[in-house]
């Protein structure tokens, strides 16, 4: 099975400070997707990766940056943490052939 | 971005019930897919749609294709109290930036026992 991993459960940061979110997949998938979760809105589309070193801008791009340094990593980038981040969020990969996603069990993520 | 239709937002349900929740959409989806989220987990798929009118069954769970292409539903049958849970239906064109779905907002679902 696909396994995708999201380096922590929790994470609680102040405001200002800069925050790495990651995600690894083990099955050379080349899309990743970066997504956040919030009660009453659904999952909104941060950032996403159609291969690596390429990425592009999802619905809610603002206060977020992403790198995709090797094919199986991509890292979610908060350049200044804001209380408003505070939500779940959520790393994907897509098999190519399938079309569907595998998500990771999220980062919980606490700015005070 | 554009999201699914996804109704109910919400359901409470007793045990042993049937669940029948859906998904519309303007625009037409080649792949449709199904979701659960369990409390504090990421998504799972459930189930997955190829074609127009294609009807699939996992265990207690089916879901259909709609034939208009705009469509789809997902239907749970006696319900047990592990059912609780987010589902998300989830629809994907082919060509172009086909790599991308469109999540609906999610139906939350609570069985009591």
């Known amino acids: 099975d696909v396994k995708v991993t999201q380096s922590s459960r929790y994470l609680v940061k102040r405001t200002g400070e800069k925050v790495f979110l990651e995600c690894v997949q083990d099955?050379?998938?080349?899309?990743m997707f970066w997504y956040r979760q919030d009660p009453g809105l659904g999952l909104r589309l941060i950032y996403f990766?159609?291969?690596?070193?390429?990425?592009e801008k999802g619905d809610i791009p603002e206060g977020y940056s992403v790198s995709r340094e090797k094919k199986e990593r991509f890292s979610l980038i908060l350049e200044s943490a804001s209380t408003n981040q505070t939500s779940m969020y959520l790393c994907?990969?897509?098999?190519?052939?399938?079309?569907?996603?595998?998500f990771g069990s999220g980062t919980r993520l606490t700015v005070v | 971005g554009q999201q699914l239709n996804q109704s109910p937002q919400s359901m409470f349900i007793q045990e042993g019930e049937d669940v029948s929740m859906n998904c519309t959409s303007s625009?037409?989806?080649?792949?449709w897919l199904w979701y659960k989220q369990d409390p504090g987990e990421g998504p799972v798929l459930l189930i997955a749609?190829?074609?127009?009118?294609e009807l699939t069954s996992n265990g207690r769970l089916t879901a259909q294709f709609g034939i208009t292409r705009k469509d789809s539903f997902l239907n749970i049958s006696a319900s047990i109290p592990s059912d609780v849970g987010i589902y998300f239906c989830?629809?994907?064109?082919?060509?172009?930036?086909?790599?991308?779905?469109?999540f609906g907002k999610g139906t939350l679902l609570t069985v009591n026992p």
């Open positions: 990766s159609y291969d690596v070193k390429m990425k």
């Open positions: 625009s037409i989806f080649n792949t």
């Open positions: 989830a629809g994907q064109r082919s060509g172009g930036s086909n790599y991308k779905l469109t």
């Open positions: 099955m050379d998938h080349e899309n």
């Open positions: 994907a990969s897509r098999d190519r052939v399938f079309g569907g996603y595998t």
């Open positions: 749609l190829y074609k127009a009118g």
